[in-house]
């Protein structure tokens, strides 16, 4: 049986009857050429007329060793195998499948699956027991990777719907407001506001109509956990939502999802069909008397959206810009009603908090920081991909620890934490823990949960200008600080990476960065300087390199170069002439070749052809 993704899957049974292959189905193994796995297993089940059911599956969070494919044979342990290739198929069905014998060449790890008790193979390591996945704790990601997300029946055979059935019968809303509270959960979206006394606030007003938001617009460059979510585990979020719904009140709720998350639009649509079928959603729910419809705005993109007021003009159809607050969306929100808005992983904690109780929750984390947070750790790795760890974790932890550490023999530089809206932290923090109030007080913020990492080739002023060249990009123009001030401190960040930076510009910066900051509307100004912020805290000696020197220290920006040609290296070989698109060198087979300074224009090609290292 092939389930595709639009079908409802099977019931786990207690123990598969036949030989179950799982094949890794989100966006990142869909890049990595999942269909075309896909496609080979099903012609070579097939051709070697083996019977298997085939079922999809969302991101397990190990992005690198995509396309993952697991097997299940009866009575044995499930068994990873990465970086599958179509042409890998025939051998894994044949040896595995049909005989029973890993195929070691290919094999990850293995895990004893839920069913029940299965022998191990010998030699092969335990999910668990991999290095990548010693310091994580896979709470909210439990079952990404491990269930077909398009199947409630297998979401309500790992315990799904238990904490909204527990809610509805033996809650009332103010007892989940509490319980919420006492467990520490803050928002995921960036701010970290405690979610308990959001839904109080918001609880506390009656009114005809409430609304409840799943804020799933990620727009953060580098940030990818919500979308996983929703591919992997979307009921783990609905159910969240749902739960939030009754503790406030609320009447209608709305997913805000980006257009450009297809295939988590897709998913999050069946999910809330599934739910309405099974009675979860919609009319008296499970015969509690409560009530709830969800709906689904796709967004356009727009970073802004991101902002809760922003994002509420826009499902009401109106241009996706910030309001002044007072008063808060938990007064008068949606259409002027109250409302509550939370991010996708926010919602994906409740069901933990009110299945395991707040006091398990809030063993995890940190005295004001509580329960785990989900990365997505990307950039100069070796092993990106989606990462769950506890609040407190250190930088080193995440980066060489679960990320491996930095490729190619480099040394690691920054992190990147929040996005547009982070810092870039330097080595001498990577022991400094990760929780929302560590973070601010090294300039940077937790934002959604982007982690990119940088190494020593990477040039800091340059990274502050991409990230400004974002914002400035995305913001709206309601107010003059973000429309203006972004564009001035872009403009002063080009100069200096083009050479032409002035003594000065460091103090324009600084300043700046200060009134941005204090006049801006929304979040999005507001947060705009901390790139600029925190690269002039812990790397100024790159501006000032840039700007007194016109030297770039990583050679990263190539109007700063200055090529030359190494005498006792050239071979004399041509390949810099050959090359060079405004005839800017010259040399012959029996000379030493000569750059025209004045003629070139910094292009690299030259330095890119030469084999021989000569010119530098």
């Given at each position: 049986m092939v389930l595709d993704e639009r079908s409802e899957g099977s019931k786990v049974d207690a123990m598969p009857a036949r030989a179950r292959i799982i094949v890794g189905m989100g966006t990142c193994g869909i890049g990595a050429g999942a269909r075309g796995v896909l496609k080979s297993i099903e012609s070579e089940l097939a051709k070697q007329q083996i019977q298997a059911d085939i079922v999809h599956t969302g991101c397990i969070g190990l992005c690198s060793y995509e396309v993952l494919v697991d097997i299940i044979i009866p009575g044995r342990t499930r068994v990873t195998y990465k970086n599958v290739k179509p042409q890998t198929v025939p051998l894994l069905l044949e040896e595995h499948v049909r005989k029973g014998e890993i195929v070691k060449n290919h094999v990850l790890s293995q895990m004893v699956a839920e069913e029940g008790c299965e022998e191990p193979y010998p030699l092969v390591p335990f999910f668990d027991e991999l290095i990548i996945n010693r310091p994580q704790r896979k709470q909210i990601l439990r079952n990404c990777g491990y269930i077909d997300p398009d199947s409630i029946e297998e979401y309500i055979a790992r315990g799904g719907y238990e904490a909204l059935k527990k809610v509805l019968k033996t809650m009332s809303p103010e007892q989940v407001i509490e319980e919420v509270s006492k467990s520490g959960l803050r928002g995921r979206g960036g701010g970290g506001f405690s979610t308990g006394n959001k839904w109080a606030s918001c609880a506390k007003y009656s009114t005809d109509e409430k609304f409840v938001i799943c804020n799933a617009d990620e727009g953060d460059p580098g940030a990818f956990m919500d979308r996983s979510l929703l591919e992997g585990d979307?009921?783990?979020?609905?159910?969240?939502?749902?739960?939030?719904?009754?503790?406030?009140?609320?009447?209608?709720?709305?997913?805000?999802?980006?257009?450009?998350?297809?295939?988590?639009?897709?998913?999050?649509?069946?999910?809330?069909?599934?739910?309405?079928?099974?009675?979860?959603?919609?009319?008296?729910?499970?015969?509690?008397?409560?009530?709830?419809?969800?709906?689904?705005?796709?967004?356009?993109?727009a970073f802004v959206c991101g902002e809760s007021t922003a994002l509420q003009y826009s499902i009401e159809g109106k241009r996706g810009m910030p309001r002044t607050r007072p008063p808060q969306s938990v007064e008068a929100g949606l259409w002027d009603k109250p409302t509550v808005l939370n991010n996708v992983e926010t919602f994906a904690n409740v069901p933990l908090v009110m299945n395991k109780g707040a006091g398990w929750y809030a063993q995890m984390g940190t005295d004001k920081s509580k329960g785990t947070?989900?990365?997505?750790?990307?950039?100069?790795?070796?092993?990106?991909?989606?990462?769950?760890?506890?609040?407190?974790?250190?930088?080193?932890?995440?980066?060489?620890?679960i990320g491996g550490g930095i490729p190619?023999?480099?040394?690691?530089?920054?992190?990147?934490?929040?996005?547009?809206?982070?810092?870039?932290?330097?080595?001498?923090?990577?022991?400094?823990?990760?929780?929302?109030?560590?973070?601010?007080?090294?300039?940077?913020?937790?934002?959604?949960?982007?982690?990119?990492?940088?190494?020593d080739g990477t040039c800091m002023v340059e990274m502050a200008r991409?990230?400004?060249?974002?914002?400035?990009?995305?913001?709206?123009?309601?107010?003059?600080?973000?429309?203006?001030?972004?564009?001035?401190?872009?403009?002063?960040?080009?100069?200096?990476?083009q050479g032409m930076g002035e003594e000065g510009d460091i103090a324009m910066l600084e300043e700046m960065c200060g009134e941005v900051k204090t006049m801006s509307l929304c979040g999005l100004g507001q947060s705009a300087p901390n790139p600029i912020k925190s690269t002039l805290r812990y790397f100024k000696d790159e501006y000032i390199a840039h700007i007194r020197d016109k030297i770039c220290p990583t050679a990263t920006c190539t109007a700063l170069h200055r090529y030359e040609v190494i005498p006792d290296k050239c071979t004399k070989c041509q390949a810099c002439i050959r090359n060079c698109p405004v005839n800017a060198i010259s040399g012959s087979k029996t000379e030493v070749a000569f750059i025209d300074k004045a003629k070139c224009i910094k292009c690299n090609v030259c330095y890119e052809k030469c084999n021989f290292l000569a010119i530098k």
């Open positions: 979307p009921h783990a979020v609905l159910e969240g939502m749902i739960i939030g719904g009754y503790a406030i009140g609320a009447t209608s709720g709305y997913i805000y999802i980006r257009a450009e998350y297809p295939l988590a639009v897709r998913r999050i649509k069946h999910t809330i069909e599934q739910a309405e079928k099974y009675g979860f959603l919609g009319e008296n729910i499970l015969g509690s008397g409560y009530s709830l419809n969800i709906y689904i705005k796709e967004g356009a993109g947070k989900i990365f997505s750790l990307t950039g100069k790795i070796k092993h990106p991909g989606l990462v769950e760890v506890p609040m407190g974790t250190t930088i080193r932890q995440i980066v060489f620890d190619r023999k480099r040394r690691f530089k920054a992190v990147q934490i929040g996005g547009p809206s982070g810092g870039c932290l330097p080595e001498s923090l990577l022991d400094f823990p990760i929780d929302y109030e560590s973070l601010l007080e090294i300039g940077a913020m937790m934002g959604s949960g982007s982690f990119v990492v940088v190494d991409f990230f400004m060249d974002f914002c400035a990009r995305e913001s709206c123009g309601k107010c003059p600080p973000c429309r203006i001030g972004t564009t001035l401190m872009l403009d002063i960040l080009t100069r200096i990476t």
